[in-house]
């Protein structure tokens, strides 16, 4: 398998609200970390269901994008509590500076703190936690960034999965404001996610750091083929996106 010494992920909310689906990907998360394919794991939660829910009340009692922002925020928090309770094994911390300290271990990482600190993304629905994970792993200097979500990755007109795609192109063939099944494969229904938020291919481009959709859901290996040398890219499922 390939090695790596860190990578970040952010897990996605349909990942870390479905027993299964955050099981799948933690057990495969922890085989890199055991099998030495990673020394050290930083795992992003997503809003998931309590960031819908602020999105709602701000919809319902029209206070502003910078309180919406922050509840969005700590919803991360709490969920990244509530993973920590599933897997008492992963650390814990909100504090940046020993999440860059430590170079070995699998760690929860509670943003906002850190985001309080480092106050520089939009206040905007346009920015979820996959923004905010690349935003952390550019303050880290890592050169890669995962998002382990439920969905395959991006898919092209075929409904074949791109295995790499430009942020740029990404923009330029399909805005946000005018989605259609032509990336996806169910666009219509509410339970199939957005591969990336609309911000992301704007810091993709910024950085130049990409970031790799991976699925995670459960009875799939998506994770770990994607490390495993032993495949070739044909049997590996992700789509890469770069600046």
């Known amino acids: ?125 346009d920015v979820t936690s996959d923004s905010i994970t690349l935003f952390i792993a550019k303050k880290i200097e890592l050169d890669e960034c995962f998002l382990i979500k439920d969905i395959d990755g991006i898919y092209d007109k075929s409904k074949k999965i791109i295995k790499k795609i430009s942020a740029l192109e990404f923009n330029e063939q399909k805005r946000y404001e005018n989605l259609n099944e032509s990336y996806f494969p169910s666009i219509t229904s509410k339970s199939v996610s957005q591969p990336i938020d609309p911000y992301i291919p704007h810091l993709i481009e910024l950085y130049k750091i990409p970031c790799i959709i991976i699925n995670g859901k459960a009875k799939s290996r998506r994770i770990l083929d994607f490390f495993d040398d032993s495949l070739n890219e044909k049997e590996k499922i992700y789509s890469k996106i770069v600046g």
């Open 1 to 125: 398998m390939m090695n790596q010494k860190t990578i970040i992920c952010k897990i996605g909310g349909k990942i870390l609200e479905n027993p299964e689906n955050i099981k799948s990907t933690v057990s495969q998360l922890s085989q890199l970390y055991k099998k030495k394919v990673v020394t050290r794991l930083i795992l992003i939660p997503g809003g998931g269901s309590n960031a819908n829910f602020v999105r709602f009340l701000q919809k319902k009692l029209q206070f502003n994008e910078d309180l919406a922002h922050w509840m969005a925020v700590v919803s991360m928090d709490l969920n990244g509590t509530g993973i920590n309770k599933k897997f008492p094994n992963l650390s814990i911390l909100d504090d940046f500076t020993k999440l860059i300290k430590f170079e070995n271990g699998c760690f929860i990482f509670l943003p906002y703190k850190f985001l309080k600190e480092n106050d520089e993304l939009p206040h905007s629905w």
